[in-house]
């Protein structure tokens, strides 16, 4: 099976199963609220939501009065030095009016190009805020990671824009409430694009918002991955998605509150058909909640972006969900062309204040794990188990569980000049991968075995023969091999990269984890074929497939060693722009284990490191160093070097 082939087929049974939290005998909002408490932690906020809010201390640097409204241009802070820049118009004599929250999508100077859907609403008698995102207005955070910045280290790290934008649009209805223009019971959410992407997020994580109009950012995990649509959608399109939801399922969470769905039929970013699906599947929720008449579809025969008449949808939407109001859309006049210029909406005058964090957001919004105390074999283990329940639940939750039969099967023996017997092995359902296994002499007799990983850079001669990692060392082991996904036969182009990581991620798995899995159930099938000690049982590996070693190793928990070579410091790095390269993301690892963390928590395993260690793995020594009565840590040059004494 091509890679790609496998990504799609998850993505369409994920969105085939959708929506997935509609259960015969459930109250639909118990239901709704425990999974809403999932999507807090999906996009990390609930580490936020735990605490108390800090001070938003919010500031009006500049009024404009307006002949129906007047513009406040404000900025407050969202945490201590986080800025979030918008303008409020307010109509005269506003007293517990209605209020929306206008939600940029990313063009350049976004409040300015955005500001004649705020004056429209102004106008028709509601309170609006419009704010910038953390890119493309006043602030300048990174915001498209994997997208074009090579930050595929955010995946490991929990992270997506999506997380920052959503809880500045939460904070900014903090700040709505504590305005007497504002009836705190009525605020709505409405964006185009990625604003549309974020009023789906957050009328999923904040019930506080009362009716929604997202526009263009409607469409399925299956026509994201198969038509590679997902190539046109940077990173705050997507939660961390460590459970392989459909984004139908994440939509569910507004039911059953008032939805107009907006959307373009010549989208490039979403096929109609998709945004069809997707509006039908949500229906099924809606009419779940006796709410069929609150979710609508509107389209226009366009491009990406808004027509005439979604623009006097939307209004219609928030005048009868809102104001209670009904009036057709021909008595809604759409925009006059006045617009305001970008000096007059500015609200940095003198630039972003000195303590901005917004520029360092992605490296901080997700709390990493800190390395923890461990001083006793106890306060290991216990640390050990936490550890692997957090990765097994955050991180590689869409293994198959349980567990397949690896099926492993004997393809041939030869003598060349001693024993090997080459295997296969099923990973999962539609994967079929190969491995090795070359005793010291001409029969089959238990020994001490050693399985490297092959690399995806690895050559024929690599996977041929002993790799220069394993020749010459350990004369009298048996020298095995596997070749998890993307490695030997089940190879792909490295130009196909930067898609796979981006759709593997987006249905629940990163390449690193796959090759987890396979790991996993390779080292399933060498027990089970026998003819090896499995009580001495080691795992080596080299640059990328190194960390999938350790993570492996953890998650198996039954092996003798682990052997590394060209380790890399953390997966806390950014890579290639274009996704070439080393594929080293886990989702969510960073949270609980970080590579230095995970070889420490080994122990008693042996842990050998070969040449260049990069001086992160300290942690890890000491610790083995506190407990040395088992196990033990060495480095060496070269594996020919190492002797363990007890073997």
């Not at 999507?39 to 609930?46: A, K, N, Q, R």
């Not at 000049?417 to 090795?436: A, C, N, V």
């Not at 159930?521 to 190194?546: C, F, K, N, P, W």
């Amino acid at each position: 099976m091509h890679i790609h082939d496998y990504l799609t087929a998850i993505a369409e049974r994920i969105t085939a199963g959708s929506p997935h939290f509609l259960h015969n005998g459930t109250a639909w909002e118990t239901c709704r609220k425990e999974k809403q408490q999932q999507f807090h932690t999906l996009l990390g906020l609930d580490y936020y939501l735990q605490q108390p809010r800090t001070p938003l201390r919010p500031q009006v640097t500049r009024v404009h009065q307006r002949t129906e409204y007047r513009i406040e241009c404000l900025y407050f802070e969202s945490l201590p030095g986080l800025y979030v820049a918008g303008n409020l118009y307010v109509p005269h004599g506003a007293v517990a009016a209605p209020a929306i929250l206008y939600l940029c999508g990313h063009l350049p100077g976004q409040k300015v190009r955005y500001q004649e859907h705020a004056r429209r609403f102004a106008e028709l008698g509601f309170v609006v805020l419009i704010l910038d995102t953390i890119r493309s207005g006043e602030v300048f955070g990174l915001h498209h990671g994997s997208y074009n910045s090579g930050h595929f280290n955010w995946i490991s790290k929990g992270y997506s824009p999506a997380a920052v934008e959503t809880w500045n649009a939460m904070r900014a209805i903090d700040y709505l409430e504590t305005r007497p223009e504002v009836d705190a019971g009525r605020i709505g959410a409405t964006g185009n694009s990625g604003g549309g992407s974020m009023t789906w997020s957050l009328m999923a994580a904040d019930d506080r918002i009362q009716a929604g109009a997202p526009s263009c950012s409607t469409g399925t995990i299956a026509a994201h991955v198969r038509e590679r649509t997902i190539d046109y959608h940077c990173d705050c399109t997507f939660p961390i998605n460590a459970w392989g939801w459909e984004m139908i399922d994440f939509a569910s969470l507004c039911a059953p509150r008032p939805v107009l769905i907006a959307a373009a039929e010549r989208d490039s970013l979403f096929s109609l058909d998709a945004i069809r699906d997707f509006y039908a599947r949500l229906k099924r929720v809606y009419s779940h909640t006796g709410a069929a008449e609150n979710l609508q579809l509107v389209t226009h025969p366009g491009a990406h972006g808004y027509a005439p008449n979604t623009r006097r949808r939307i209004s219609q939407w928030f005048l009868r969900h809102l104001q209670g109001r009904e009036i057709s859309c021909a008595e809604i006049a759409d925009f006059d062309g006045h617009v305001e210029s970008s000096a007059t909406l500015q609200v940095f005058v003198h630039g972003c204040p000195a303590n901005d964090r917004s520029t360092s957001a992605h490296d901080w919004f997700i709390p990493k794990a800190r390395m923890p105390e461990i001083n006793t074999p106890q306060e290991l283990r216990e640390t050990k188990r936490q550890v692997v329940a957090h990765l097994r639940k955050y991180s590689f939750a869409t293994f198959p569980q349980p567990l397949p039969d690896p099926q492993p099967l004997l393809v041939r023996e030869y003598l060349y000049p001693t024993l090997t017997i080459d295997f296969t092995y099923k990973p999962e359902p539609g994967w079929q991968l190969t491995g090795r296994l070359t005793y010291p002499g001409a029969e089959v007799q238990p020994r001490p075995a050693v399985i490297e990983l092959l690399n995806p850079t690895d050559t024929r001669s690599d996977i041929c023969k002993s790799t220069s990692m394993l020749k010459g060392a350990l004369p009298n082991w048996i020298h095995g091999s596997l070749s998890p996904r993307g490695t030997g036969d089940t190879a792909w182009s490295p130009h196909q990269q930067w898609n796979l990581r981006r759709s593997a991620a987006l249905v629940g798995r990163t390449l690193a984890s796959l090759r987890v899995l396979d790991t996993l159930q390779g080292l399933q099938a060498i027990r089970q074929l026998g003819g090896v000690d499995t009580s001495q049982l080691y795992l080596a590996a080299r640059g990328e497939m190194a960390i999938v070693a350790l993570y492996a190793a953890l998650l198996d928990g039954n092996l003798s060693g682990v052997l590394l070579k060209d380790l890399p410091a953390t997966l806390d790095q950014p890579g290639d722009m274009d996704g070439t390269g080393m594929a080293p993301e886990i989702i969510n690892a960073l949270r609980f284990a970080d590579l230095p963390h995970a070889a420490g928590l080994l122990w008693p395993a042996k842990l050998v490191f070969i040449g260049r260690t990069p001086a992160s793995y300290q942690w890890a020594m000491d610790l083995y160093e506190r407990l040395a009565d088992k196990g033990g840590w060495w480095r060496v040059e070269s594996l020919t070097h190492w002797r363990p004494k007890d073997i």
